[in-house]
């Protein structure tokens, strides 16, 4: 839906620079935001890279297995309907911690694998049981300690101090974790 609204733009925006006779804009723009996008992935992409990197030696020396292990407590309390042990929640405390370091990229495997194996545990198929939406939630609304992302663009457009979001991205995120899971909770009981 949403790529047939930015279709539906930019073929008004050409056909309106058509009508007016600002064709040079139409070639400017696509230039200038094809040369912008290029820019933004050759500066993002080291770091990325570097925070990547640090996930990827978490993962091998065990350190996200301890830290899923510390949140499997918590989670038991969100996601009552899962089994314990079930490796659900290892791939669900996997993708909440990629997503506090910032690595949103890192975390979507963990995510789609999350759902899967929400998948198999679901009764039915054809319809996202309570433990799928309650992971959307917190994938969605996603616990930032670290926002590498945002670090990075505040970086590359000449931040002074590219860091200072860190603080009110945690409280953000943290406020927005807690009133997502209130409202799923609320939903839940209503239905």
């Known amino acids: 839906m949403v790529n047939k609204i930015w279709g539906f733009f930019i073929i008004i925006g050409i056909i309106f620079c058509l009508f007016t006779d600002n064709v040079d804009v139409i070639n400017n723009e696509i230039l200038n935001s094809c040369k912008t996008a290029l820019d933004m992935t050759f500066k993002i992409f080291p770091v990325m890279a570097l925070w990547l990197g640090i996930a990827k030696i978490a993962e091998v020396s065990g350190l996200l297995k301890k830290l899923s292990l510390k949140l499997s407590g918590i989670l038991k309390f969100i996601f009552p309907e899962i089994p314990k042990g079930h490796q659900s ?95 799923d909770r609320i939903l839940a009981r209503l239905s």
């Open 89 to 183: 929640l290892s791939y669900i405390s996997s993708n909440i911690i990629a997503n506090m370091f910032g690595l949103g990229n890192a975390a979507t495997p963990f995510g789609l694998k999350a759902m899967q194996s929400l998948q198999e545990l679901n009764t039915k198929k054809d319809t996202a049981s309570r433990s799928m939406i309650t992971f959307l939630v917190l994938n969605t609304s996603g616990v930032t300690i670290i926002p590498t992302t945002i670090i990075s663009l505040r970086m590359m457009y000449g931040s002074v101090d590219p860091t200072s979001i860190v603080f009110p991205c945690i409280i953000i995120t943290f406020t927005s974790t807690f009133i997502g899971l209130i409202i």
